[in-house]
């Protein structure tokens, strides 16, 4: 028989699984007597553990929310998995003190082996660059949101470029889910003023209270809430998250220089210095224009829209090449 104190540890890992035991298969998880585990059990709840009881043909148990937070038992994997997520979320502008406050926290009651472990593994998240002058979003604002969410309320709020910044008429939502996209907050709501799905920066939101009335929430096209996001910035309705516009070249260059720079289009080789590319964008313009980074010659299977917009490209910036003054040769002496 395991220690009482091993024996401990091991019933709460079994608790921590978030499911319902009865007394019978924790005996013989653990390998002891019903009796043992009652008594086990009543140690956990001196421990302030609020474990609870229900009836059934022998009795069962679950691990429920406390009042207070609990000691809580890691694993090896799971401490180094908890630390990572800590120092990744550090960089937050939201929840980056709380985190690093948490990592250190966590660090100092680790065992000496795992404090290690973490001592060496130090990651650094950076920022993309077009996040780097995003506003950061206080965890009131968001836990605010977050509970007019789950209470199915009405969120009257006022949208402006900043939190600071001169704000729009004031919108009437329903609010549905809160995201992030690209370290940014996202709320998806109903817009009631416009009959339309709408996304908001959080960081714009300037919430008025008090709330509207209760809703029933409605069905999110294509009921997918990632399927959704990625649709809204790729410019469809969030049914799909296929790009509205979609064509296919050939350019002359190797199918290996193509790729890293092909986001999530198809590439396809078709010799040594030619292959075909398949790649979506949310206009033709758009598309063309990407395209035409790649700094080569351009053969355009399809769509016509296509070869529309570089055409419409094409005459664009022939008339800016005619409108440029000529720049005046390069200094004899400069040049050799």
Known sequence: ???TSSRLLALLSLFQTHRDWSGDD???RLDVTPRTVRRDIDRLRELGYPILAFKGPSGGYRLDAGAQLPPLLFDDGQAVALALALQSAATSATIGEDAARALSTIRQVMPSHLRQRI???QVTAVQSPETGNASPV???LLMEVSRVIHAREELRFDYGH????PAEQPRRTQPHHLVTWRGHWYLIAWDLDRADWRTFRVDRIRPRTPTGPRFTPRDLPGDDVAAFVTGR???TDGSTTDWPCRGEVILNLPAQAVAPFAQDGIVEELGPDRCRL?????SWTGLATTIGHFDTDIQVIGPPQLTGAFAELAARYANA?????SAPPPDAETSR
């Open 321 to 325: 090449a005619g409108t440029t003054q």
């Open 26 to 28: 924790l005996a013989e």
């Open 233 to 235: 910035f790729r410019g």
């Open 119 to 121: 001592d060496m593994l």
């Open 1 to 3: 028989m395991q220690k």
């Open 278 to 282: 398949s790649l979506g964008s949310w």
């Open 138 to 140: 206080g965890t009131r």
């Open 162 to 165: 900043d939190a600071t910044g």
